[in-house]
């Protein structure tokens, strides 16, 4: 939109660098070209402002295809005025030159204008191809038809447009009919996705039977080990009580050999002991045999005298004193 100034009954336009103004004064065109600005008299001015910078149109409408199926299309048209002053003459471009606003709706006439014949040339593609075709190789071939149509139009370059690009961005079915196309689909995904499940299984399944393969494995091992641990401590303890009784029976045979020689030893004491005893006995009988009577009774009374047991004091009765005395005397008159 222009920014207009009023000043003194004068007005005072000034545009932007994309858009083209084309000023007639009294029936005759004063001023052209983009980016202008100028004073003017309200009353005798005719203004048209018209843009030429590079335009999106997006547009979604529907068509029918071979077998009669809806499809929502989806696109974008770029487009720009190229010929200001055709497109000013078609269509109503003029501003309020109080407020530079348009009088009318010249954009939404254009876009009226590039959306029929847009739809019209999608219509014509979609209507001879299926549903499925149209889905997968659509796109491309509305997109190409489109802009070929719009290239061809008459009523383009009448009106000073320019299409810069087509674009289709999706053709969507009705969602019941996407949602029936897709089952298949995810049906196949679902059962690729169960066999990578089932494989997945069927690889754990095997894995946990080689693990408790190798677990059986290392058990069998472990226990034949085991049993050769056994064995081996079997023999280890057959030949330590070899051992040991090997080591009593030398210990026995020496501990009698000793007993033999200690009882040897002894005998051969006892022996020596004895005869010495005797020698020494028969000295002292035949010492004694070699004694008078009276010496023998006395070393006899000292001897039983030396083994009495000490006798603190002694009761002699009459009867004891009277027999000793008879004795001695008796002993006496032999004696004489």
Same mark, same amino acid.
């Given at each position: 939109?222009?920014?207009?100034?009023?000043?003194?009954? +004068?007005?005072? $336009?000034? /545009?932007?660098? =994309?858009?083209?103004?084309?000023? &007639?004064?009294?029936?005759? @065109? #004063? %001023?052209?070209?983009?980016?202008?600005?100028?004073?003017?008299?309200?009353?005798?001015?005719?203004?048209?402002?018209?843009?030429?910078?590079?335009?999106?149109?997006?547009?979604?409408?529907?068509?029918?295809?071979?077998?009669?199926?809806?499809?929502?299309?989806?696109?974008?048209?770029?487009?720009?005025?190229?010929?200001?002053?055709?497109?000013?003459?078609?269509?109503?471009?003029?501003?309020?030159?109080?407020?530079?606003?348009?009088?009318?709706?010249? +954009?939404?006439? $254009?876009? /009226?204008?590039? =959306?029929?014949?847009?739809?019209? &040339?999608?219509?014509?593609? @979609? #209507? %001879?191809?299926?549903?499925?075709?149209?889905?997968?190789?659509?796109?491309?071939?509305?997109?190409?038809?489109?802009?070929?149509?719009?290239?061809?139009?008459?009523?383009?370059?009448?009106?000073?447009?320019?299409?810069?690009?087509?674009?289709?961005?999706?053709?969507?079915?009705?969602?019941?009919?996407?949602?029936?196309?897709?089952?298949?689909?995810?049906?196949?995904?679902?059962?690729?996705?169960?066999?990578?499940?089932?494989?997945?299984?069927?690889?754990?399944?095997?894995?946990?039977?080689?693990?408790?393969?190798?677990?059986?494995?290392?058990?069998?091992?472990?226990?034949?080990?085991?049993?050769?641990?056994?064995?081996?401590?079997?023999?280890?303890?057959?030949?330590?009580?070899?051992?040991?009784?090997?080591?009593?029976?030398?210990?026995?045979?020496?501990?009698?050999?000793?007993?033999?020689?200690?009882?040897?030893?002894?005998?051969?004491?006892?022996?020596?002991?004895?005869?010495?005893?005797?020698?020494?006995?028969?000295?002292?009988?035949?010492?004694?045999?070699?004694?008078?009577?009276?010496?023998?009774?006395?070393?006899?009374?000292?001897?039983?005298?030396?083994?009495?047991?000490?006798?603190?004091?002694?009761?002699?009765?009459?009867?004891?004193?009277?027999?000793?005395?008879?004795?001695?005397?008796?002993?006496?008159?032999?004696?004489?």
């Amino acid at each position: 939109m222009a920014d207009i100034i009023r000043r003194l009954g +004068l007005r005072h $336009l000034r /545009s932007a660098p =994309t858009s083209h103004v084309r000023h &007639h004064r009294s029936g005759r @065109l #004063a %001023h052209d070209g983009a980016g202008v600005s100028f004073w003017f008299r309200p009353l005798a001015a005719a203004i048209s402002e018209v843009p030429v910078d590079d335009r999106e149109l997006a547009m979604t409408f529907h068509a029918r295809t071979a077998d009669f199926q809806d499809v929502a299309v989806q696109a974008t048209v770029t487009y720009r005025i190229g010929d200001p002053a055709a497109a000013a003459a078609h269509l109503d471009f003029s501003i309020d030159p109080d407020t530079g606003a348009w009088r009318g709706a010249p +954009l939404e006439q $254009l876009a /009226s204008l590039l =959306t029929e014949s847009a739809q019209q &040339h999608a219509l014509d593609v @979609l #209507a %001879h191809t299926p549903l499925a075709a149209a889905l997968t190789d659509g796109v491309p071939a509305v997109r190409e038809r489109i802009a070929a149509g719009l290239g061809e139009d008459p009523r383009l370059p009448a009106t000073g447009l320019d299409v810069v690009a087509v674009r289709v961005m999706a053709l969507r079915p009705e969602p019941e009919v996407e949602r029936a196309l897709r089952t298949p689909a995810r049906e196949r995904i679902q059962q690729e996705a169960d066999r990578a499940t089932y494989e997945r299984r069927a690889v754990a399944v095997e894995r946990e039977r080689t693990i408790a393969e190798n677990e059986l494995a290392s058990r069998i091992e472990l226990a034949r080990r085991e049993e050769q641990l056994v064995e081996q401590r079997g023999a280890n303890a057959r030949r330590e009580a070899d051992e040991q009784a090997a080591a009593d029976a030398i210990r026995a045979r020496a501990e009698a050999e000793r007993t033999v020689r200690i009882a040897r030893a002894e005998a051969e004491a006892a022996r020596e002991v004895g005869e010495a005893r005797a020698q020494a006995q028969a000295a002292w009988l035949r010492v004694h045999g070699d004694t008078d009577t009276a010496t023998l009774h006395a070393l006899t009374g000292s001897r039983l005298a030396e083994n009495l047991p000490r006798i603190e004091s002694v009761t002699v009765s009459p009867d004891v004193l009277t027999g000793l005395l008879a004795r001695l005397g008796a002993d006496r008159g032999g004696a004489e």
